[in-house]
């Protein structure tokens, strides 16, 4: 089962660039979700949505589109990279809310912005 | 707002030895939930506590949760090298509506000494 796929795994950016990570699940879950995870904040949600076509905003958004179109596909857009991006970035998926159920998660995206 | 805090930050330990994490919370949770990350991987859920005073155990680990739904302990009995990682814990946050939005810790990062 492929489960959470997350692409790419490594990328490197300019600052001002912009990019999408991607993030696909295929156990038909509702609700799925963007972390990052930078040393020693633990993770943090950036976005996370409850179903095709819901979205709404984490703990630190700033910076970051999402938007959900089918149940499979939730990806991730930067549209002018910083610095402060820099992060490892976690999708997730899971068949109930947030905190109800098991999160599934991808094996992450790490991102570098010079 | 909700705040997950977890201590300690680190934690080095022989083999062989016990090893402890806590979580507290500055709210009252409905459930709390923990994961492992093994170095470079992504975060694994490990379980799910719901009741008052619960006690869960999965082999070695041992899970509590807190009378009043405040704290929660993971307990490893006789560490073994497989055991190195972070480990989370994660409370929901209700935010608005019928949404949750899951809140880590920071995590405790244990190494074991062979």
């Known amino acids: 089962n492929a489960g959470v796929t997350q692409t790419p795994k490594f990328q490197v950016l300019k600052t001002g660039q912009s990019m999408t990570l991607q993030c696909a699940q295929d156990?038909?879950?509702?609700?799925m979700s963007w972390y990052r995870q930078d040393p020693g904040m633990g993770l943090r949600l950036i976005h996370y949505?409850?179903?095709?076509?819901?979205?709404d905003q984490g703990e630190v958004p700033n910076g970051y589109n999402v938007s959900r179109s089918t149940t499979e596909d939730f990806p991730l857009r930067l549209l002018s990279a910083a610095p402060s991006q820099t992060s490892v970035y976690f999708c997730?998926?899971?068949?109930?809310?947030?905190?109800?159920?098991?999160?599934?998660f991808g094996e992450g995206s790490r991102l570098t912005v010079l | 707002g909700q705040q997950v805090m977890q201590i300690p930050q680190y934690q080095h330990v022989q083999e062989g030895e016990d090893f402890t994490t806590y979580c507290n919370s500055s709210?009252?949770?409905?459930?709390i939930q923990w994961y492992k990350q093994r170095p470079g991987g992504h975060p694994v859920f490990l379980i799910q506590?719901?009741?008052?005073?619960e006690v869960k155990k999965q082999k070695r680990l041992t899970f509590q949760f807190g009378e009043a739904k405040k704290n929660s302990s993971l307990h490893i009995t006789a560490t073994q090298t497989t055991d190195v990682g972070t480990y989370f814990c994660?409370?929901?946050?209700?935010?608005?509506?019928?949404?949750?939005?899951?809140?880590f810790g920071k995590g405790t990062l244990l190494t074991v000494n062979p």
């Open positions: 709210t009252t949770l409905s459930n």
């Open positions: 997730a998926s899971s068949f109930n809310r947030q905190g109800a159920g098991e999160l599934f």
């Open positions: 506590l719901v009741k008052s005073g």
């Open positions: 949505s409850v179903g095709a076509g819901i979205t």
């Open positions: 156990m038909n879950h509702e609700y």
């Open positions: 994660a409370g929901p946050k209700y935010g608005g509506g019928s949404n949750y939005k899951l809140t």
